[in-house]
């Protein structure tokens, strides 16, 4: 078969199109029109660089014209003179406020140090002896404590019932020494162990400075030699110490234990009391 050759319809589609073209002309009116065709879109320029060019007209030079009439010379800005420095006194106080950075105590001089752990020491021993607004609240008084102050007393105290005794002079300061050291130890885990909310060098250090009234009865007690004097001095140190420890002891355990925490502090302040009228 060749592509001029023709292939007749049947009779069926021969008469289905022409019922089509007899509609199509009967009807014109309900042929909808052909789409018109649509405009052609823009098209976006590709450029190869990176920067896209701006359309965008440039701004005309500005021309400047200078007067000599209108003209005047900038007024000199006054200048502000710096502050003095600070004196060391400042630097330290700053310092201690939390202020600034804190001061190098590896290389100040030695008379510094000694001066600042005095003034600690005379600060404390105020704070826990003697009458003041911060003895109800341990963590108040003794919020910045220290060792050296406890040590000095204890030391102190040795020293005294030593020189008050004639003979085995050194025997009777390694006893004093260790008795006040071993039994400041043991009040503090006793504190600790009957559920005390206090640091262990804290109580240590409250102990320590509590000691203060039997040091200047032991003192007063190896200056005049007499028994009634002795008793009386002994007496009142007892009740000053004891009035010192009471409220740091009686706050840092529970009001039901609070006998438990008192009564090895006095006991071992009595034993003391008992060295120094004893020692002749």
């Not at 009234?213 to 003192?219: E, H, I, S, T, Y």
């Not at 110490?241 to 438990?260: C, D, E, G, I, Q």
Request: glycine fraction near 4%; hydrophobic fraction near 45%; aromatic fraction near 10%.
């Amino acid at each position: 078969m060749s592509h001029g050759d023709t292939i007749p319809l049947h009779s069926t589609s021969q008469s289905d199109i022409d019922e089509i073209e007899n509609l199509i002309y009967a009807n014109p009116s309900t042929v909808l029109p052909a789409r018109p065709p649509s405009p052609p879109r823009a098209a976006i320029p590709v450029s190869s660089s990176p920067f896209m060019p701006s359309n965008l007209r440039p701004q005309p030079p500005t021309t400047t014209t200078t007067t000599t009439t209108n003209h005047k010379p900038p007024t000199p800005v006054p200048s502000i003179p710096s502050p003095p420095p600070l004196p060391s006194s400042g630097q330290s106080i700053i310092a201690a406020t939390g202020f600034g950075s804190l001061p190098n105590t590896l290389t100040e001089p030695v008379w510094d140090t000694v001066k600042r752990d005095l003034s600690r020491i005379v600060s404390n021993l105020k704070l826990v002896v003697f009458p003041n607004p911060y003895r109800e609240d341990p963590g108040k008084a003794l919020r910045d404590w220290d060792l050296w102050g406890p040590f000095f007393f204890i030391v102190f105290l040795g020293l005294t019932l030593s020189w008050s005794a004639s003979v085995k002079k050194s025997e009777v300061f390694a006893v004093a020494f260790a008795l006040l050291a071993a039994g400041a130890v043991i009040l503090t885990l006793n504190v600790l162990l009957l559920g005390g909310h206090i640091i262990f060098f804290q109580s240590l250090s409250l102990l320590g400075y509590c000691l203060f009234p039997l040091d200047v009865g032991a003192f007063i007690c190896m200056l005049k030699d007499n028994v009634v004097l002795k008793v009386v001095v002994v007496c009142v140190a007892l009740a000053w110490s004891s009035w010192a420890a009471y409220p740091f002891m009686s706050t840092a355990v529970n009001p039901r234990r609070k006998a438990l925490a008192l009564y090895p502090v006095v006991l071992m302040y009595v034993s003391v009391g008992f060295l120094i009228i004893a020692i002749d």
